[in-house]
């Protein structure tokens, strides 16, 4: 009976290592391929805290297949910005952020912000907490609106996903 020479064992383990390797990245391939595909997310920023942002809302162009998320809270403090990160899939398409500032009454005023107003593929947005003495950022929205027709022929959009943002504690 021979024994098995060092050669003979470092080939064996050799072949043993590239199989365990080849089928390990099969199967890695397979888990890939068979991943659901991951909603778009925004990374928001704000005195020294960065958070995720799942989107609130996200159909198809067709709004169909929605999936619904929940807003989540930024503390934007009275002069300090709100910083945005977008990915390619928002960046890329024509989009608008409503920032709703709330007045020292309570009453709510909306302003509007579209991607034509920042430059082409923009990736990165900075919004002001506090434009005016009075005013206090207390929520953001960002959108990917749609056209839409009503029954009567008119035409509004409408948005197909949205990333919801609550800033005041």
Same mark, same amino acid.
């Given at each position: 009976? @021979?024994?098995?020479?060092?050669?003979? $064992?470092?080939?064996?383990?050799t072949?043993?290592?590239?199989? !365990? @390797?080849?089928?390990?990245?099969?199967?890695?391939?397979?888990?890939?391929?068979?991943?659901?595909?991951?909603?778009?997310e925004i990374?928001?920023?704000?005195?020294?805290?960065? &958070?995720? &942002?799942?989107?609130?809302?996200? /159909?198809?162009?067709?709004?169909?297949? /929605?999936?619904?998320?929940?807003?989540?809270? !930024?503390?934007? +403090?009275?002069?300090?910005?709100?910083?945005?990160?977008? +990915?390619?899939?928002? @960046?890329d398409?024509p989009?608008?952020?409503?920032?709703?500032?709330? !007045? +020292?009454?309570?009453?709510?005023?909306?302003? &509007? @912000?579209?991607?034509?107003?920042?430059p082409?593929?923009?990736?990165? $947005?900075?919004i002001?907490?506090?434009?005016?003495?009075?005013?206090?950022?207390?929520? &953001?929205?960002?959108?990917?609106? $749609?056209?839409?027709?009503?029954?009567?022929?008119?035409?509004?959009?409408?948005?197909?996903?949205?990333?919801?943002?609550?800033?005041?504690?």
């Amino acid at each position: 009976m @021979s024994t098995l020479n060092a050669r003979t $064992i470092v080939a064996l383990f050799t072949a043993g290592v590239l199989l !365990l @390797s080849t089928a390990f990245v099969g199967v890695l391939t397979v888990l890939v391929q068979n991943a659901d595909e991951h909603d778009p997310e925004i990374t928001a920023y704000a005195h020294g805290r960065t &958070v995720t &942002v799942a989107p609130f809302m996200y /159909c198809t162009v067709r709004m169909e297949n /929605c999936r619904y998320g929940r807003t989540v809270s !930024l503390e934007v +403090p009275p002069g300090y910005p709100l910083q945005l990160s977008l +990915p390619n899939e928002i @960046s890329d398409a024509p989009w608008l952020i409503q920032q709703v500032y709330a !007045l +020292p009454s309570g009453e709510e005023i909306a302003k &509007v @912000s579209r991607h034509t107003d920042f430059p082409e593929g923009v990736r990165a $947005i900075t919004i002001e907490s506090q434009p005016d003495p009075d005013l206090r950022l207390v929520g &953001v929205e960002m959108q990917l609106p $749609i056209l839409a027709r009503d029954e009567t022929g008119a035409e509004f959009y409408v948005p197909h996903a949205a990333w919801s943002i609550s800033t005041a504690e």
